[in-house]
DNA sequence: TCCCTATCTTTACATCGTAAAGATCGAATA
DNA sequence: TATTCGATCTTTACGATGTAAAGATAGGGA
């Protein structure tokens, strides 16, 4: 009585080397000594596999493939497992844009370090944060897909509240001020807007080929850092910046 | 002999008031003076007709439901039909995007009339580009997902390139210099990035909610396009605008 | 020792995109 | 005018996905 899907899952699954038959034999073996560092079938490690699955897969197959099941395929497990462990596909994404989250604020923060000139310090965030949105296109992508996000997630508002709370805090040691968790003057606000808005949209623009025009007409072998460069750094020639 | 996914289908199409039966005197019916500004069954308005069902998909369930049969369903017809006229999935969102392009150009356009002092002028752009995002922010986040789309198809690249020229015309209006087509200098290039993506980001991050915690932190009942201004006017106070 | 609960698998189903074949109508052509 | 032809639309079919529900399994406490 076997459906399409169901078939068509385990002809999948009988073509990959590993579940060659659905038995408690087969189980044994996947915890037997022989793979040590696997996932130890019934214990607690399978939903931090699946985050790492989720984020092999996101890097190989972009965005379209990350879904429950490629993961699952992924992890070695049945299509089902993840459920468990996050409740539906909008629960794993949150999750893993929390883990990217971390690590862009890690590598924000690791940026920052080893800094010297003014120049150099006020340069460091954006260039980083341009940086992590290269080597990661697919975290950051969906870190900033906020439709299939749930936020109400503990660990991904910490994350991202981080996040915002480390830009805020930069620009507030730039302007020389003390940022106060509550109250914001209209100058504060601007600043951190812009500042944001500037970044964030850069990387937006560039992720999406929208820059690639503009770095085309250039000067021969214009880089995005560099562009990235001269328009945080150029004079504003017009009473307002745009 | 019907499967699953037919069942439901016709269930579905039973349940509808309209095609209670797949004949051809149903179809005649469609096609009887009663029905007289309803497409025409078999004549070319059912591209245009699905498209403007795509919109109204778009704006009232979001782009989560924007799907090949419910765009099919709205407009009234079997589900495959959109394919002959757009190819597939990302041929109707390419096409969709491009229609959301001219709107945008269009509003971006006539903001610009209609119009006197240079601060009005400089904002009025930037004021035009929010507006839009914020009254259709389904159509503005399909023109910037690219994943989805086709920009080999001209109707939608021409359509993104006419917006792209506006921007970089009025950068270079408001610098006094004419921008040729195929070169630009690093001061140009870095003004023309600047504002496109303080612009793009600022909307980006508005639609995202990632403003809400800024604009609730800032003098109370502050408009997002009170912020935009603020954003654009305020006086540079570091030496860096970041 | 035995059962209980969290964890994982199986099974099932509605939906989606897409391909392929059949039906239908307007229009060109003879 | 009658017939054929091609564009348009429908039907049928299939693999894939998310998710719900029920069954298996093993580790830990009674």
Chains 1, 2 share one sequence.
Not at 31 to 59: D, I, M, N, W
Not at 133 to 141: D, E, V
Not at 218 to 224: D, F, N, R, S, Y
Request: with cysteine.
């Amino acid at each position: 009585m076997a459906k399409t899907d169901t078939k068509g899952e385990t002809a999948r699954h009988q073509r990959a080397p590993r579940r060659t038959a659905s038995t408690a034999a087969s189980r044994a073996a996947r915890r037997a000594p022989s793979a040590k560092t696997e996932t130890p079938y019934h214990h607690g490690a399978l939903r931090e596999a699946l985050l790492q699955a989720a984020e092999r897969v996101l890097e190989r197959e972009g965005l379209a493939g990350l879904t429950l099941r490629a993961v699952a395929r992924e992890a070695g497990v049945s299509h089902a497992a993840p459920t468990h462990h996050f409740g539906d596909l909008t629960g794993l994404l949150s999750e893993l844009a929390a883990v990217g989250f971390r690590q862009f604020n890690a590598a924000m923060a690791s940026a920052c370090d080893s800094v010297t000139t003014p120049l150099e310090r006020a340069l460091a965030r954006p260039k980083a944060y341009v940086a992590y949105a290269q080597a990661h296109p697919g975290m950051y992508g969906i870190m900033f897909r906020t439709e299939r996000l749930d936020y109400s997630r503990p660990s991904l508002h910490e994350a991202a509240e981080a996040s915002f709370a480390g830009l805020a805090n930069a620009i507030g040691m730039m302007r020389q001020e003390q940022i106060s968790g509550d109250a914001l003057t209209m100058e504060q606000g601007a600043a951190i807007a812009r500042a944001w808005s500037m970044v964030h949209g850069f990387t937006t623009l560039l992720l999406d080929g929208r820059l690639k025009d503009i770095l085309g007409r250039l000067p021969e072998g214009t880089t995005a850092e560099r562009l990235l460069e001269a328009m945080l750094t150029a004079p504003i020639t017009t009473k307002l910046p745009v």
